[in-house]
């Protein structure tokens, strides 16, 4: 079974700070990874997402992760925090199952928060 | 707005009692999952449908079913609920069958057991 881990289950930044979420996986194939970000009384938006056409990937609002096979890592970044990133992030790994279905599996999530 | 519709987006009911939880996928696409969101547990996949057929499952109760209509609006059904069952449940929504494509989440359906 595939999986991932988030370091970090609260990450707190000033605004205007390089923000770093660190995400680790486990897979024995060639992992997909995304990341996912969870406002409040939202559901999942997808930032982002790795299937192996390049390394750096970049998303929306400013993010982008950068996959490092070296390493196991999925890290997520942003150059300078703005208040509105304010959220908790999930990294999360896609795998087939038997029969021919898919599921991603969620790490436990990093809670973002951003201070003036 | 991801263009997956749940409804109710909130729901109150008595342990014992019977709920069911509706989801509208995306135009166009055919995969549809279903996911439980708990303080204890996290993000928990449930069950996955494909074009009216189940194609996969997770962690999802005996007392739990689900289904997918040919119109493509799935149905989970919950039932002889438990204090534990409340939790957040979400539908996603996907084109294929495929680890490559990324799912779309609704907003979710909170779901209060009392």
């Known amino acids: 079974a595939q999986s991932v881990t988030q370091l970090g289950s609260h990450v707190s930044v000033s605004e205007g700070a390089l923000v770093l979420l660190r995400c680790n996986y486990s897979?024995?194939?060639?992992?997909?990874l995304f990341w996912y970000v969870q406002y409040p009384n939202q559901g999942l938006q997808l930032l982002l997402k790795y299937t192996s056409a390049a390394t750096l990937v970049k998303g929306i609002n400013g993010f982008e992760a950068e996959f490092k096979k070296s390493e196991t890592s999925f890290h997520l970044t942003k150059p300078s925090a703005h208040m509105s990133d304010a959220a908790e992030y999930f990294c999360a790994v896609s795998e087939i199952l038997t029969g021919g279905g898919n599921k991603l599996t969620f790490g436990t999530g990093t809670q973002l928060k951003v201070e003036l | 707005d991801s263009g997956v519709t749940q409804t109710p987006k909130h729901l109150i009911t008595a342990t014992g009692q019977r709920v069911t939880l509706r989801c509208s996928p995306r135009?166009?696409?055919?995969?549809v999952y279903w996911y439980q969101q708990s303080l204890d547990q996290g993000l928990q996949f449930l069950i996955q449908?494909?074009?009216?057929?189940?194609?996969a499952k997770g962690n999802i109760l005996e007392r739990f079913s689900a289904q997918q209509f040919p119109d493509l609006h799935s149905e989970l059904n919950l039932s002889s609920l438990e204090l534990g069952d409340s939790a957040l449940y979400f539908c996603?929504?996907?084109?294929?069958?495929?680890?490559?494509?990324?799912?779309?989440f609704g907003q979710g359906t909170r779901l209060t057991v009392v």
């Open positions: 897979s024995s194939v060639p992992p997909y």
């Open positions: 996603a929504s996907s084109v294929e069958a495929s680890r490559f494509t990324e799912a779309f």
């Open positions: 135009s166009g696409d055919l995969s």
């Open positions: 449908y494909y074009n009216g057929e189940e194609r």
